[in-house]
């Protein structure tokens, strides 16, 4: 099974910047994606990046341009680094792992972001 810890949430500023990190451990090698979502107050939770074991990453349309996902192999983490935020972007923000294992996603326990206008 892979854990995962989440960090780098907080309260800041329209169009100021947060970096989130989310360190996997467990069966790492399992790990076939991993990737962030959110979840605001009264809205289904969404995709806002991911990113493959090949590398191959995906953004939500609301965030392209804006946030970048990247990972470091050699710490077994994936960060999100979110640039000219917006009051919109105010959720819970949490890291999922996709495994060819059981069971197959992983969730971390959330981290808020806060974006005050």
């Known amino acids: 099974q892979v854990q995962l810890a989440e960090s780098g949430g907080g309260l800041v500023q329209a169009g100021g910047s947060l970096r989130l990190s989310c360190a996997a451990s467990?069966?790492?090698?399992?790990?076939?994606?991993m990737g962030w979502y959110r979840q605001a107050p009264g809205k289904q939770r969404e995709l806002v990046a991911d990113?493959?074991?090949?590398?191959?990453?995906n953004y939500s349309n609301s965030v392209k341009g804006r946030f970048t996902i990247s990972r470091d192999n050699a710490k077994n983490t994936v960060y999100l680094q979110m640039n000219s935020l917006k009051p919109e972007d105010t959720a819970v923000y949490y890291c999922?792992?996709?495994?060819?294992?059981?069971?197959?996603?992983?969730w971390g326990q959330g981290t808020q972001v806060t974006v005050s206008s």
């Open positions: 467990g069966s790492i090698f399992s790990i076939v994606a």
């Open positions: 999922a792992a996709d495994s060819s294992w059981y069971p197959p996603r992983s």
């Open positions: 990113i493959t074991s090949g590398g191959t990453i």
